[in-house]
């Protein structure tokens, strides 16, 4: 076994494992956002390359769109009859519900949350905390604009009707 353990930390084959070692990725280089745009120079064969990875992203892509229409409409029905599970269960104080089936057990769990903190929301905390709506208004735009501006790279797909 240790033999075992001292090849795979060499990286030699050996006669449990007959697999190459591969070297790691090289690390990628450190540039600045706006500098990775027009970074990679062209080269022979690209645009076949292109039409390709074109051809492979688009067919992916309606996949995974046609899967995420179907996750939402099953997480509609998922949450329809959640809804009337917990009205059931809430209406005839039931905490529990053994199920036969699976053996496994429905469980009614109630737990507090914060509500999600909005714009609004902020400026009206703000507003009650500082008993100024200038000042809160003067934090909300301080944070604004210094909050930091992210850039994010996509690509989109459109019909051509």
């Known amino acids: 076994m240790?033999?075992?353990l001292e090849s795979a930390k060499s990286g030699a084959p050996n006669e449990f494992f007959d697999l190459p070692t591969i070297a790691p990725p090289p690390a990628p280089p450190q540039q600045p956002v706006e500098d990775?745009?027009?970074?990679?120079?062209?080269?022979?064969g690209d645009m076949d390359t292109m039409k390709q990875a074109i051809i492979e992203w688009k067919k992916i892509k309606s996949e995974m769109d046609e899967a995420k229409a179907i996750i939402k409409r099953r997480s509609k029905e998922l949450k329809m009859y959640e809804a009337v599970?917990?009205?059931?269960?809430?209406?005839?104080?039931?905490?529990?519900?053994?199920?036969n089936s699976?053996?496994?057990?429905?469980?009614?769990?109630r737990k507090k949350c914060k509500a999600s903190g909005g714009a609004k929301k902020l400026q009206q905390l703000l507003t009650e905390y500082t008993k100024s709506e200038q000042e809160a208004?003067?934090?909300?735009s301080f944070i604004n604009e210094h909050a930091e501006v992210v850039i994010k790279e996509s690509l989109g797909y459109e019909d051509a009707e």
């Open 2 to 4: 240790e033999q075992l």
């Open 36 to 44: 990775t745009l027009d970074a990679p120079k062209p080269q022979p």
């Open 85 to 99: 599970i917990l009205r059931v269960m809430k209406a005839h104080n039931i905490g529990a519900l053994d199920l």
């Open 102 to 109: 699976s053996g496994g057990r429905i469980l009614f769990k």
């Open 137 to 140: 208004n003067k934090i909300i």
